[in-house]
């Protein structure tokens, strides 16, 4: 993948954050964000959700920008990415420790339209996190219990690219720890810092408020689980950290060249057992990393249990495999193109 200077990821990324403003405003750029069921997952974990035993549910408008519905996944043209070598694998587990970071009330499922690892097809810098959009003010809750380390603005020290990234953080080293490394979450763009350096916090306490600080143009927050040390460049899916909802389970995939090495950039779709699309997710770009265990290139979070399809389509090619999800647990896919 060719490098860039950091002029150029400077203007990426301001460009990426106007952009990103757009689509939380409801505005669509040159793409219809798939409007589907599994985005719209209801904030109060009592109500009633499908379960191992419950089909997954038909797709079905939810409050989106569009509601055009998207067919069935049909093959295209894709450029090949530079590939990158799979690591070594240490054996699989889930780790599930964290819980929400939004207060009830608010929206307290990832948006779909950034993932971790994504470029939002091509259109910003490679996410280091998840995005939970709410307005202004919304309370921003400890995942897990820890010690803050960081609290305040990021305008001296830099977390991110650049001076200035996340404005308003909080920073939380937990209590335990990932087969001896330390483990942080970080949660950027805040509007107020409720919590300061040093202070011990339990899973669920106020650390802050959802804002726009930073290089964000619209309110959300930005949360990251970082492994090893608060570094940008230490970055893991926190869809794999946080808990699913009650009923509902992670899909860890990973794509895969003829040589087995990674593929950038593409796009996987998710499908019911009769074809139906569900949604689609983007495989990691550079800087993004795999799971320790599960070295995975693509999530799918917050997957109700029942059966899928998971496809990847390459030229007039469709390469796919049948994952079955369950609740609470992370089930693993790879495909693999042939030559």
Do not use: C
Not at 276 to 291: I, K, M, V
């Amino acid at each position: 993948m060719a490098r860039h200077s950091p002029v150029d990821d400077l203007v990426a990324t301001l460009i990426g954050a106007v952009l990103f403003s757009l689509v939380i405003a409801g505005i669509t750029i040159g793409y219809d964000p798939p409007s589907t069921a599994l985005s719209a997952i209801p904030t109060d974990q009592s109500a009633s959700l499908p379960t191992a035993s419950t089909p997954a549910p038909t797709p079905t408008a939810s409050p989106s920008p569009t509601a055009t519905p998207r067919p069935t996944a049909t093959p295209t043209a894709t450029p090949t990415p530079t590939p990158e070598p799979t690591p070594e694998a240490l054996e699989p587990e889930d780790h599930y420790w964290f819980e929400r970071p939004i207060a009830p009330g608010g929206t307290n499922f990832v948006s779909r339209f950034y993932a971790y690892g994504s470029t939002y097809r091509g259109r910003y810098q490679v996410h280091h996190g998840v995005e939970f959009e709410n307005p202004t003010g919304t309370p921003v809750l400890a995942v897990g219990p820890g010690r803050v380390v960081v609290a305040g603005p990021d305008n001296v020290q830099v977390y991110g690219l650049f001076p200035d990234f996340y404005g308003q953080l909080v920073v939380i080293e937990h209590d335990r720890t990932w087969r001896g490394q330390p483990v942080f979450t970080l949660y950027g763009h805040l509007s107020a810092v409720r919590v300061a350096v040093g202070q011990e916090v339990e899973a669920g306490q106020v650390i802050g408020e959802v804002g726009s600080s930073g290089i964000a143009l619209g309110p959300h927050l930005h949360m990251e689980v970082r492994v090893g040390e608060n570094s940008y460049d230490a970055t893991r899916n926190p869809e794999l950290w946080v808990k699913p909802f009650k009923g509902f389970g992670t899909i860890a995939g990973r794509l895969l060249d003829a040589d087995g090495n990674y593929i950038q950039g593409a796009i996987i779709s998710l499908h019911d057992p009769q074809n139906t699309w569900l949604r689609e997710t983007e495989t990691y770009g550079e800087g993004a990393n795999p799971d320790d265990g599960w070295q995975e290139n693509f999530v799918f979070g917050d997957v109700p249990a029942g059966r899928y399809a998971v496809q990847y389509a390459v030229n007039e090619d469709v390469h796919g495999a049948m994952v079955d999800v369950e609740a609470g647990k992370t089930s693993l896919v790879t495909l693999q193109v042939s030559p």
